[in-house]
């Protein structure tokens, strides 16, 4: 690729000095044509860029040169070296992790922006074959094999972070951030990505590429004339990489929630160094380019089994994944400065700049009564109970896990466990809610509708590849955070699962051939009704649950809530109702002489909303207008 070819004052015309793009120079040998010399160059670049298209009828178009030019220039500068001098090396696979806003301010390249926007695999692809250039060039401490490649992951994107409903047809081949929580990780398995099949007929060597990991041998040999359509695979020559499918669940907040709806979720690939980088429970953004398979070929049956049908799904081609905790690894490559990994990994509940003027300003009006104020701040429209607000505020934050790393001692859980018993209509689930609202991670479960396996975890059988996975519970879906379990007392067959997840706070499991252990550390809030619908003060705790001491002995707090007939009380109570139901009259600008005439307008609004909705709409611009005329007036 030639960008200037001119003769230097003084020079012979034999040594015409070559100046291509990117500013490197060279000199034409005596009785050659420049072109000669671009051929020579373009070809390095085009082998280059035939490792990251891997396709069997790769051609070099333009736009891919001048792209990959054009960031071989920027890598050639102080910044890009200072960038290229970051790849690491992970059992054998190269990768540059791109943290996008960094690069964005110090690469001016306009075409790359553009073309990652429409074509990303194509920009990310001509990336790594600059990197791969510069690196061949200036040869560093980097070995570079044969066929081996430089993985981008491009990160901290967000104009590509989305919902995961907002995943359509309209975004495939297009590049999407999604956070959410990993739910489920298939095992890591070699995934060939090419090989080299023998001619039955003529014995020549034809090398095959497999695009997305599609196997599909040579159909013809057209080498010769031979035409044979048999071919022998030679596995020795096949060339092999990390594979792993995670399922990926979206994080419903309480604004976000829609009724009737079930969290979504989707597939994702990982391969080489970003396998085994989380595990079922874990928090986690995937950035990553939209792809879609027909998984419905074998659907029907009889004739129609087989036959390729119109239906695809959507999966993600995980480009990096960022996790919220290094939970996968270990305490001692946690505290190592020298682990890569551990260092990029970064905490998504990260704090704003408003943020911190708000816990200034609060600490400021507050400072000397701020417990008071968290507990008020917790489920306020429950009236009383400060003394289990407090233990839920405490279960919140926790505390510290010790003796986790000394071999001689027993180590102590620095969570808290709160069990909240009672009579009914004392608001015990109003209060689980609540909290597991406020936690940054919780999980909110009714005992009722709960399995041991749906509590701690579950291993099911991956339809694609027939192998048996781990899919999180709810135990392992909360790891650090709350986990609320609501009528605690209707589930006793699951009460012995929860032994060792509570006090070891991990969940060992062996199923299918799989032996694991998976972190539990939670904390566990539950609630649960007394048998025969009513506390009986005559009975222990343990009588009134049917709960076995063992399980009772992991409960940190236990809060017994009665509902006593008490005069004072049950005012007080039925002026904090009151009081909401004025509040709510004034949020939205309505006037209530007294609380009988605002229940008799809600009765009529009922009943004209039953009747019709035409009837109810006279009825609020009736009822709009009277009260206009009263403020006028």
Avoid: W
Avoid at 14 to 35: C, D, I, Q, W, Y
Avoid at 194 to 218: L, Q
Avoid at 290 to 312: C, F, M, P, W
Wanted: glycine residues 6%; hydrophobic residues 35%.
């Amino acid at each position: 690729i030639l960008h200037n070819c001119e003769r230097q004052p003084g020079e012979e015309p034999s040594k015409a000095r070559l100046v291509n793009m990117h500013g490197f120079g060279g000199e034409s040998t005596p009785g050659k044509h420049h072109s000669d010399r671009s051929i020579t160059y373009g070809d390095d670049i085009v082998n280059i860029l035939a490792i990251y298209f891997p396709s069997n009828d790769f051609t070099a178009e333009e736009d891919k040169l001048m792209l990959t030019s054009e960031l071989l220039h920027f890598f050639s500068t102080p910044p890009g070296q200072d960038l290229v001098s970051q790849v690491k090396d992970e059992n054998g696979a190269l990768f540059l992790p791109v943290d996008f806003q960094h690069f964005r301010k110090i690469c001016n390249v306009h075409e790359f922006y553009a073309t990652l926007e429409d074509k990303p695999r194509a920009a990310i692809s001509c990336m790594s074959a600059a990197v791969h250039k510069v690196i061949q060039s200036n040869s560093n401490h980097i070995l570079l094999e044969d066929g081996m490649r430089i993985n981008i992951r491009l990160h901290n994107y967000p104009e590509s972070m989305m919902a995961l409903k907002n995943l359509k047809a309209a975004y495939i081949d297009k590049l999407v951030s999604i956070r959410g929580t990993v739910v489920k990780v298939s095992t890591v398995k070699p995934l060939v990505v090419r090989m080299s099949f023998d001619c039955e007929n003529c014995k020549s060597n034809i090398a095959r590429v497999f695009p997305d990991g599609k196997f599909s041998p040579p159909y013809l040999c057209n080498l010769n004339g031979c035409k044979s359509k048999t071919f022998k695979p030679i596995r020795s020559s096949a060339k092999a990489i990390d594979f792993q499918k995670i399922r990926l669940q979206e994080s419903l907040k309480s604004q976000d929630h829609e009724e009737g709806r079930v969290p979504r979720t989707v597939e994702c690939e990982l391969t080489e160094d970003l396998v085994d980088g989380c595990i079922p429970g874990d928090v986690v953004t995937v950035t990553g380019i939209i792809r879609t398979i027909n998984n419905y070929a074998d659907i029907g049956g009889g004739k129609g089994k087989g036959k390729s049908q119109g239906l695809y799904y959507l999966y993600i081609e995980a480009v990096s994944v960022k996790n919220s905790k290094s939970q996968s690894l270990s305490d001692e490559m946690q505290d190592s400065a020298s682990n890569a990994r551990a260092t990029e990994l970064s905490d998504l509940f990260s704090f704003s700049s408003r943020d911190l003027e708000f816990v200034v300003k609060f600490y400021e009006e507050y400072g000397s009564d701020v417990f008071k104020q968290l507990l008020q701040s917790i489920c306020p429209s429950i009236y009383g109970h400060e003394l289990v607000k407090a233990g839920i505020t405490l279960s919140l934050f926790g505390g510290v896990r010790k003796h986790s790393m000394d071999q001689n001692k027993v180590p102590v859980r620095g969570d808290i466990h709160v069990i909240i018993v009672g009579d009914p209509g004392l608001g015990k689930s109003q209060l689980l809610q609540a909290a597991a609202a406020v936690s940054p991670r919780g999980i909110y479960v009714c005992g009722n509708a709960t399995t041991n396996a749906g509590l701690t975890v579950a291993v099911v059988r991956d339809s694609m590849t027939s192998d048996y996975a781990f899919e999180a519970g709810a135990m392992v879906l909360a790891d650090s955070g709350l986990c609320c379990i609501d009528e605690f007392d209707k589930m006793s067959a699951q009460h012995q699962a929860l032994l060792e997840a509570m006090e070891q706070q991990c969940v060992s499991v062996a199923k299918a051939g799989l032996v694991a252990s998976l972190s539990a550390r939670t904390s566990v809030l539950a609630a649960a009704n007394p048998v025969g619908g009513h506390y009986n003060r005559a009975k222990t705790v343990n009588e009134n649950l049917k709960m076995s001491a063992a399980l009772l002995s992991r409960f940190d707090l236990v809060f017994i809530l009665l509902d006593k007939p008490d005069e004072v009380l049950d005012k007080r109570l039925s002026d904090h109702i009151i009081s909401d139901i004025y509040s709510l009259a004034d949020r939205i600008g309505l006037r209530v002489p007294d609380i009988d005439t605002f229940v008799e307008n809600l009765n009529n609004a009922g009943c004209l909303l039953k009747k019709g909705p035409k009837l109810y709409q006279v009825l609020t611009s009736s009822f709009s207008r009277s009260q206009s005329s009263r403020s006028r007036s």
